[in-house]
């Protein structure tokens, strides 16, 4: 993990066998995992995420409101943190580790960012079209994830504003806009494209509080803090939207595979803090894009899918390039001061 030398000189302190990392005297805290490993980790977390949202959006579809699909995904990554909380002892002590460290109550709160993406993609898709919405949110995460690497707020420490980490957003953002190439765009509202900018902008913020939790107690620890507000946020919208009031009416698809989307958000949700501690913000946040729009390729190759996207494959390669180019600039240059 990239450190600055005012973070160098900073102790550390393991917390219990579960390999939480906090602060103690004569330890520093490194990376969790090689570069490369949670590069190629995120990207596979990334080709999950995008089978995670055509599960969601078609479990919306065939139950009469897009809601519901975000409800089930996270009611089930619920259920499983529920579950790795009596199975994991490393998940219980990296929550007492939470509990004694009395963090700010806002580091706690990442979940809230995810729950406002699900529901601007809800609400803004159906009139900006899905090419404009992802432009959006590619764009401000890109931004997003320069801003939160300026500060503080990720684990991995400050990091310098280079030139190779702009270029590699700038290309991270080009290369979206070149895998929508002939995909239909919705009519133009400047409103609400700056709401899925704003979005994109709050999943790079929900990476930096969720690393911040995971960084203090174990990613075990933080995911389970992230499905527990996520899903608390979720419901609370549901109520408001009114679905959870029509649950018992609904007429449940039999096909498996729908109900899925929680358990590839718990497994992303793990890829991602493991990223951020290993690569920092930028660069998990562009091998999560290629990932998503390798996966977006995969599943129009799917029998009854329109097929391949030659620009999908070519905005994958274009993000790995960014992924690889941002790199320098972590391997090379010393943290902002």
């Known amino acids: 993990m990239d450190r600055g030398p005012a973070e160098r000189g900073r102790p550390l302190r393991a ?7 906090g602060r103690e005297p004569g330890r520093r805290m490194g990376k ?14 990334g080709v999950g995420s995008a ?20 409800l089930v995904n996270n009611t089930g990554g619920l259920l499983l943190v529920l579950v790795g909380l009596v199975a994991l002892p490393s998940m219980r002590t990296g929550l007492r580790a939470l509990w004694r460290a009395r963090l700010p109550w806002w580091t706690y709160l990442g979940g809230l960012c995810g729950t406002f993406f699900i529901a601007a993609g809800t609400y803004v898709v159906p009139v900006l079209g899905v090419a ?17 690497d300026r500060t503080r707020l990720a684990p991995a420490g400050r990091l310098g504003l280079t030139g190779p980490r702009l270029t590699g957003a700038l290309l991270g953002i080009g290369a979206v806009a ?25 999943i790079a913020v929900q990476g930096a509080l969720n690393g911040r939790l995971s960084a203090t107690g ?13 899903a608390s946020s979720m419901a609370a919208l549901a109520a408001v939207t009114g679905v959870l009031g029509r649950l018992g009416r609904v007429d449940w698809p039999a096909d498996w595979y729908l109900y899925v989307g929680g358990a590839l958000g718990v497994g992303i949700t793990v890829v991602v803090l493991l990223g951020i501690r290993s690569v920092g913000l930028l660069r998990t946040g562009l091998a999560l894009v290629a990932g998503q729009l390798g996966g977006a390729l995969l599943l129009d190759l799917r029998p009854g899918g329109p097929g391949a996207s ?9 993000t790995l390039l960014a992924v690889v180019i941002s790199g320098r600039a972590a391997r090379g240059a010393p943290a902002a001061t």
């Open 15 to 21: 917390c219990g066998r579960s390999g939480a990392v």
């Open 32 to 45: 969790v995992l090689p570069g490369w490993l949670a590069i190629a980790l995120t990207v596979i977390g």
């Open 51 to 70: 089978a995670q949202n055509l599960a969601n959006a078609e479990l919306g579809e065939r139950t009469g409101h897009p809601v519901v699909g975000g």
């Open 132 to 148: 404009v919405f992802t432009i959006a949110q590619v764009a401000g995460n890109s931004a997003g994830g320069l801003a939160v």
């Open 178 to 202: 070149l895998a929508q190439l002939g995909r239909p765009v919705g009519d133009l509202a400047l409103g609400l494209v700056l709401v899925g900018v704003v979005g994109g902008a709050l």
């Open 218 to 230: 174990n990613p075990a620890a933080a995911t389970a803090t992230n499905f527990v507000v996520s």
């Open 310 to 318: 030659l620009a999908v494959l070519a905005g994958a390669l274009l």
